[in-house]
């Protein structure tokens, strides 16, 4: 067997429309990473192609087959298959009273359903060969953050499949791991940012005192997916300006 290390092959990005799926894409290319780009928007991914020269695939968290069949795509394309991210996901920002059963099970298959797909699609490609599975958390899966109570609870099981499957999978030398991030100025998100008195408040809940930008994620999961890091496995990464960890300095106190 050859491990995550040496594995050739390409890198399928879920949720590639996304703005941190449409970065890490990016960061894929420019490292010279063969890659598949999934999504379910198909105007955006023929934008993505036409701007990337990438090939893509559609993919519905809605149908987890879908994903199977997009990692299997990427190994018949490449040969096989070293690394696959998914970075699909929703925000449903709404206490659980207000949260409706349909509400509840679309946040649960969106976030929670397509990482468990992704990792399953991935452990059969990669079975023989290894390889590196990213997945994508939250801070709020760590930190109790108000209104957050379904997608809170769909990050937190994204966290326990990372640790489960990363035991299942590293005598074939799969490397599973997640990054966990605070609040990004992405397409999701994009009322809390353009609104300024809840962006300002949402930066100061943030040590470093700004919000984060989909390249900052983007850059973490590139890290995880790179064989470089052969020697982690189990981790979830907090990428969130000290939003999970630390409590930020008063901005009243004298420095
Ligand atoms: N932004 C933040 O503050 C933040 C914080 C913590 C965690 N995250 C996580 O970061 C990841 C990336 O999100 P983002 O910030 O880049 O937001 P984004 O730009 O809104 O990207 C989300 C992606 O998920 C896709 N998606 C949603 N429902 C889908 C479905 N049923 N089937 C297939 N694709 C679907 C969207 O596709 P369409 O374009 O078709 O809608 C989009 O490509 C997500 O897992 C999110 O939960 C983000």
Not at 24 to 50: C, I
Not at 178 to 206: C, D, F, R, Y
Request: aromatic share 2%; proline share 5%; charged share 15%.
């Amino acid at each position: 067997m050859t491990t995550a290390n040496s594995s050739p092959g390409g890198v399928v990005v879920l949720g590639a429309t996304g703005s941190v799926g449409g970065e890490l894409v990016r960061r894929l290319l420019m490292q010279g990473r063969p890659v598949l780009a999934a999504g379910r928007n198909r105007s955006a991914l023929a934008a993505l192609a036409a701007e990337c020269d990438v090939p893509t695939v559609e993919v519905d968290a809605a149908d987890l087959a879908t994903i199977d069949a997009a990692v299997q795509a990427a190994a018949q394309r490449f040969g096989s298959v070293a690394g696959v991210a998914n970075c699909i996901g929703s925000l449903l920002l709404r206490p659980a009273h207000t949260t409706s059963d349909a509400q509840w099970q679309e946040t649960l298959q969106v976030n929670l359903g397509s990482a468990f797909a992704a990792v399953r699609a991935a452990a059969k490609a990669m079975r023989t060969h290894g390889g590196a599975i990213a997945l994508v958390s939250s801070a709020a899966a760590q930190i109790g953050l108000p209104s957050h109570e379904a997608i809170a609870a769909a990050k937190a099981g994204v966290e326990g499949l990372v640790r489960s499957a990363a035991a299942t999978y590293a005598n074939r030398g799969i490397r599973v791991n997640a990054v966990a991030p605070g609040l990004v100025k992405s397409h999701m998100t994009e009322p809390l940012w353009q609104n300024e008195t809840a962006a300002a408040n949402s930066a100061q809940m943030h040590a470093l005192g700004r919000l984060g930008e989909p390249a900052e994620v983007a850059a973490a999961l590139a890290w995880l997916l790179d064989p470089a890091t052969s020697w982690v496995t189990g981790q979830v990464l907090a990428v969130d300006g000290g939003l999970s960890s630390i409590i930020p300095r008063p901005s009243s106190r004298p420095g």
